[in-house]
């Protein structure tokens, strides 16, 4: 063979190497970009796995800080209970609270309720001497033990109600304001649809069963509110632990008068029917609730269950004071009047209740309709206020004109009237 034929060979074999090199180079390269693009995109899922587990995770934390774990009321023994804060009306447990039930001497808070409007609109007064029939002498049950022809004041007649739960001082009151028992429990029902009560009825004054005479505990925790908030004159007699009239002392048959000091009312009751019941209020700092347990099966009962239910409230609620009634929230652009600016505000205190501690989560909203135009009276709703906590609503309130509010002057007027065309 020549050397020039091995020469050939030689380069052939040259070039075949290279080519193969060259291969093994690029498909090494493609190898390790491809590879490099793998991990890339495993790195890109990494991330966004992390992100959104850093998410969720943040997530979950923010709604749990958001939660508001509140247990719920208990279930005391009873055939019906409700539990109220009395300034906010917030109802922080119930169960058959509209079930009509007979309420035995709970009656009675109606009774003085009818005598004290009484008093108030200058029929009656406290010294009012009252004769003491046949009929009231022999009513059977608790007594406070008038004797019959003998004058007794309105004032111990009220107090033998409301602390000795007598129901022959019921009759005698209800006998002397309306003349007779009947027309009496007239006065008491119209009383109950004023307050709307309306799954009440009565039929006597002092509880003794009949099938028309029930009411409920929702209708009891509405009697009982107008009660304290309309005569808390009277209502110190509640929380008074006994009475003596005719030389015989009778306590409250309120034992948790002598239990909790923050205990200051209501009243008791006790029928075969109704079983043993209690309206019952406390008032803690500047928080006030008021309770109501019916179809108890004995008298420590009723107020072992009642101070169950007050704890709870007490333990796990606050309410606040968050607007003065005709105190100015906001002022509201006024057109064509003889004012510039309108004072907005609410009618009545508003008060709410929330969970213990979440006071500072409270969020209050104004809105104002956009064009008030006078003349305006005071009273007028122009707006409302939202109440809300974590976004839940609590109350929304109409927005009240403050003051009137006449026509302005012509050209006040005339000029209010262009600025509205460029509005």
Known sequence: MSVKMLETKSIQRGLFLSAITIAINVTITYCLSESLRFIKMLLTIRNHFVFLLSFLLTAGVANAANTILIPAAPQVAAKSFILVDFNSGKVLGEKNADLRLAPA???????????????????????????????????????????????????????????????????????????????????????????????????NSMGLPDKNHYTTARDLVTLSTAVIKEFPEYYRWDSQKEFTYNNITQPNRNRLLWRDKSVDGVKTGYTEEAGYCMVASAKREEMRLVSVVMGTNSANARANESQTLLNYGFRFFETHKLYEANKTITEAKIWKGDSKTLPMGLNEDLYVTVPRRHYKDLKAEVNLDKKIIAPVEQGASFGSLNVALMGDELVNKPLVALKTVNKGSFVQRLYDEAMLMLE
Do not use: C
């Open 105 to 203: 001497s709970l009656t009675k808070i109606m009774t003085v309720y009818v005598v004290f409007r009484e008093l108030k609109n200058g029929h009656l007064t406290l010294d009012e001497k009252v004769t003491i029939s046949k009929k009231a002498w022999q009513t059977p049950g608790s007594r406070m033990f008038v004797e019959v022809n003998k004058q007794v004041s309105i004032e111990d007649l009220l107090q033998g109600v409301i602390i000795q739960s007598g129901n022959d001082a019921s009759v005698a009151l209800a006998e002397h304001v309306a003349g007779d028992e009947a027309t009496f429990a007239a006065m008491m029902n119209q009383n109950a649809e004023r307050l709307g009560m309306l799954d009440s009825h009565f039929v």
